[in-house]
């Protein structure tokens, strides 16, 4: 048997001609997992650091990573490549330590290594291991791994942060934190000093996890510790939003990494904002939950987020001397006007739902409810008009405003921006 | 990226600590505090979201360890009988961990229910597969059993307490996952799991219930049609489950089941899944109540009183897919068979249903005019039907009687009162199959035969009714052929008739009938005699009951079966007790006076020849039975009531007008009276006072024809047992009356009619001592005079000489009133008719008994052209003197060859000195007596005599 590993493994060293490769297989079949999870993750970084070094990475290496990975680090597949037995939880806890200490104490490492390593250990391609990257993400949170936070941003960010991965590990977190043990809660309020970027795609995916629902409704409310949270990290960092705007990726990316743009969180958390009025007025959910209070009233954190969302909006446009340079150049791409303009749909479809209400008490709050959003709507053009924080195609925003229900300031804002 | 160079904080440095803590204690079993290494895992569980499926996983391993423990000691304990050793650090962890993970689910039920739930029920089933058998329960032991053993375990305890906490916060959203992941781990572990799937039912009935229905059905309908051999997976358990629940919840089962029946025959409303579930659902049903009884009489309790006949069109649509599910028709149909067969209530449901199915009744229900439908229904039905009556013959044929028991037996024993009506069924089929069933019944118990034979025999109303009786009375034999169960029919139909007797009279028409029926022969079953002896078994019952009755039309019935069943007996020895034979004469007398007074002139002839049958034939057989007959009919004709029918005169009622009366009227009648004392007051009055005279009410006398058509008929029935009693008589020749019999009438009627005991005999005294008997004299005559009957009855016994020597002192006291009244007659002018008429038919009555030779016979037809003081003297020599000196006794008469009594004439002939009056006063009255006289003295004869 060990002859056999040993064989292999030697084929992998001559495949790929890595000395410590020796060293290492000499041993793996004699140690237990944690040091074999070790050992390897390190001779992943080594792999990864000869693929970055100007060689042009051969698309057999990438296979003969990913194959030591599954074996190896996930013990998905046996050594003939069929299926194993799973890890068992406290295997996989051991798994998650090991990485975490790989993560923060590869200091030696250059953060693109890092990059890549994480990127090849949760490629797109496998989607099963999302589980693990979920609660590597959620332990690294709580235990403030800065590396596998960032790490993970940018992870985040090259899949696209309202792709499917993304969501799935925001849902996964969202669920670990703030749903399952609120009390956690605590640990992540330093999370954007800690890991901004990460935080900020975080925000980006969350946001948009939560604002696209099913037909019927309007807006699905996050929990509440998660809103207060937010609501606590955009008012304390007015910059947090940009975070994934700022700074190269370029630099960080493995050779022949091709950064994805970022998207700010404000489109989405905007969207929360104004169509939380209308959630909380809405019949269909009065009629649903008039019983309990705790439904039919707007959280007063709604307001406060879209104060310290527009406070952010207005800081990146002040052209502040630290951040002059990134505000220039970013400012024209943090709101996609498509964005915006998918605010006013829901708005539209509401307010015809609201139109069939029969009851009048009910209607009078209705209205009351939807002239507040298109009040926060309008601040939020006005502002992002303002500070040249929109782009893309203004008309189309303007013709979805248009056909919006009559709101005074929501006039005044169309036409003062028409004009321009 | 600046933000990389941060410091690390203090907490997630502990944070740290406390998960490599935790995972080195968790992976090596290093020797750690196990209670601080779960208070490690809680707090990590608390604060590092990420750890919580490890820490889960730890839990899992210090319950299992737990529990071995738990298990270990049992073991040992039953082994060693030591004392148990509290395993203290272990509870208090599981403690502990009850109550964080309690906390959680309270805190937010809908996100951690699922996980703990998953968790806990996961668990469960590992420790209870993993430890099945163990700890000296058995692997077959029963779901209680298991039940608390586990109970009875902290750790496992522990656990269910807290799933069933997280599905009691989830039931009222997330059903289906709850029951899912249930039923699923109960998939996987089963059988070991069933107790917690019991528990957890327990804790939510209905909820529990249904979806562990509708998750079985699934999978019924998923495995069941693919391969017949291996039953699907998930049955067993829900049968497991739903039988534990079955102790407590059962309406809850029951009300499940019927809603997944109705469920399965609504029509698809195209759900593709839908429809092979639906389809399944019949034969899942089937299959759970053919593994569980209890679900068996759950389904019986509701489902079946859903199914009418006109729902089977809806289901023969379905049943061909049913099949599939237990591999062909036939087997199905066992199926159903056998299910039937366990019903333990229901049964008569069944029964009706199929007998609906095969011939309806009502056409409509099953749509007469679709005949492509109604075939094979009818034909299934049928033939289900066949097998489920088959197969209870078997099942009672193949074991010991009394000892096999079949639920659906019992059940429509239970139930009786439905199947017997189907006995009385225009429809034939119904008719045979209650027959069937009750014979298959009474083949447990004789008294269902009975009172189901007592029902039809007081219902039957037509012939077909009464085959079935007699083919049930005879195929309950045809079961039980043995000696021994020969007595116990027998005393069922002594209970039979004692029920009837009790009832109407329809019963005993159609036991006559019956009798009837097996006396022709014709009917083979009915050789045994079998109605004849149960008739003789009861006949007390029938006597008693006729002596008491009033309706004509039950007592003719009656009287049949009497007397078929007297009559029956030519060919036994007469067995029968005297004290019956009397009662049963007494019956007969009775019956007779019913049948006297009947309206009906057919019914009546009917009836008294059918008494003078009777009585004949008792009286001819017993003595004793016919004095008592004779006695009881004279006493009844003479003095009791029926004498009104014979026309004696009752004595006229007397009644008091009936007025309101008044006090106060009544005191100013007084006042008046007492002022006017002298005068009206002072007449008498018999009457009361103020009323004025009595007012007599006539009595309603019976038309002449009537009366001597009645007397006829006595006279017929009396003549009846007083026969000789001939064996060879028949109906259409009377029997000859024996003399004896006769003698015993004459003696029985001066018994009744003369007041006095003594002085009855034969001879007559001196006419001077009439003075002595006067008053009994008048009395008889009184009597004569009142009743008329006797008269006939005095005829009677004149006609068979020489028993009118008995009644000699009855004429006697006719002659001695009558010679009175004529000398007093002789007084006045004119004597009234009566008094002539009397004594006519005194001296015709003596002619008759030959009392008076010739020509002393025709004084009647002298007497009335005579003079009073004539008759006097005639009657007085001719009468009174003869009798005197020639004591009419029997010794005067002499048998001929015919062997009747004679009095021969020629030797008898009265001296001169008793026909010299006659002549005298006839050539005295000459003118209108000559012919007469030319009679009785011929001249030759009076020539020589006159010389």
Known sequence: ?420 | MSGTSVIKTVPPQDLMTELRTFVAGATRPVKTNPLELARTALSILKTLPAARDAVLEYFCTLFDSAVSKYVTQIENDMCLNSGSSASGHEDATIIEIHVVLCNFVSSNPKAWAPIISTWSLELLGELSSHYAGRAHVPLSAGLNETLQLWMSCRATRTLIDITTQCLSCLMHSDTESCINALLDTSVAHSPHFDWVVAHVGSCFPHTVITRVLSCGLKDFSRHGSADHSLKAPKLNSVVGILGHLAGSHFADIRSALLELFQWSLEPDQHEVDGENERSATVPFLLQLASLSPTLLRALTADVLHTLTPSMLPKLAVLAPSWCEYFGGSQALEDLIVHLALGCEQGGTQILKLLLDATSPLDCSDIGAPDSATSAPIKETSREILELLLREVDHLLRSTMPGTCTIPLLCSIKREMTVIQPLLLSGDSLRVQTAVRLIGLLGFHSTAVLVSSAAFLLQRASTNNHLVALVRLVTGGIGISTSGSHFSDFLTMLDTLLMCICALRGYSLFNFSFLYRLEHSGKVPSLRGGLVSRAVRCNLHEISDRLCTISDTCLAHSMAVALDLAVAADKSDVYTVSVQLTLLMAKAAVTYFFLCVSEQDDLGRLRGVRLCCHLLAHLSSHSPPARSLALRELLEGSLFHSHSHLFGAKLPSQIRAPREEIKLLHENHKQSTSVMLAQRHSSVFHAGVIGDGPRKTFPNKAPELDTVMHRIQLLIEVIKACCSAGSETGSEQSPTPVSLDSITAVSLLLVELISPDVMYNGLPWPEEEFCKVTVERDLHIRRLFDDIPLIWHLMSLVAMYRPALCYCSVLLRALIATLLAQWGSAAQRVQHSDRLLATTTQVLELMALGQLLPPPLSSLRDVIPHLQPQEVVQLIRDCVWNYLRDHVPSPALFTRDENGLMWRDATLARPEPQYTNTLRSTMQNNIQCLGTLYSQLFPPTLSGSQSD
């Open chain 1, 1 to 420: 048997m060990e002859h056999t590993d040993r064989k292999r493994i030697g084929w992998h060293e001559a495949k790929l001609g890595i000395k410590d490769w020796n060293m290492e297989e000499k041993v793996m079949h004699v140690m237990d997992s944690p040091s074999i999870h070790n050992l390897v993750v390190h001779a992943d970084e080594q792999m990864c650091a000869t693929q970055n070094t100007g060689r042009t990475p051969v698309a057999k290496h990438m296979d003969l990573l990913g194959e030591i990975i599954s074996e190896f680090i996930f013990c998905e597949v046996d050594r003939r490549g069929g299926r194993k037995r799973r890890l068992n939880c406290i295997q996989e806890l051991q798994l998650l330590e090991v990485l975490c200490d790989y993560f923060s104490y590869s200091g030696n490492s250059s953060e693109t290594i890092r990059n890549m390593v994480f990127m090849s250990l949760f490629p797109p391609t496998h989607s099963d291991r999302s589980r693990l990257l979920i609660k590597l993400v959620s332990m690294a949170s709580s235990t403030k791994n800065v590396p596998v936070l960032t790490a993970t941003g940018i992870w985040m960010q090259q899949l696209g942060c309202t792709s499917k991965f993304s969501l799935d590990l925001a849902q996964g977190l969202v669920k670990d934190y703030f749903v399952l043990i609120p009390k956690a809660v605590s640990g992540l309020q330093d999370l954007p000093q800690l890991a901004p970027h990460f935080t900020a795609n975080f925000l980006t995916a969350v946001a948009e996890m939560y604002g696209v629902v099913e037909k019927r409704h309007i807006f699905s409310p996050p929990p509440d510790t998660l809103l207060e949270v937010i609501t606590q990290w955009v008012s304390d960092n007015p910059t947090l939003c940009l975070a994934a705007l700022l700074g190269n990726l370029q630099l960080v990316l493995p050779t022949g990494g091709i950064p994805v743009p970022a998207i700010t969180p404000f489109a989405g958390l905007f969207k929360w904002c104004i169509l939380a009025p209308l959630h909380y007025a809405s019949p269909s959910n009065t009629s649903d939950n008039a019983t309990s209070n705790h439904n039919t009233l707007e959280s007063p954190f709604y307001s406060r987020l879209h104060l310290a969302l527009l406070e952010s909006l207005l800081e990146c446009y002040t052209p502040s001397p630290v951040l002059h340079h990134t505000a220039a150049s970013g400012s024209e791409n943090i709101i996609s006007a498509q964005h915006l303009a998918l605010i006013a749909e829901p708005i539209n479809r509401w307010r015809k739902e609201l139109h069939r209400m029969e009851d009048e008490a009910a209607r009078i709050r209705g209205e009351t409810a939807l002239q507040l959003a298109l009040d926060r709507f309008a601040q939020v053009i006005q502002v992002a008009l303002v500070t040249h924080c929109v782009y893309g195609n203004m008309q189309e925003l303007f013709s979805q405003l248009e056909a919006l229900p009559e709101n005074r300031l929501l006039r005044i804002v169309i036409n003062t921006h028409r004009n321009l």
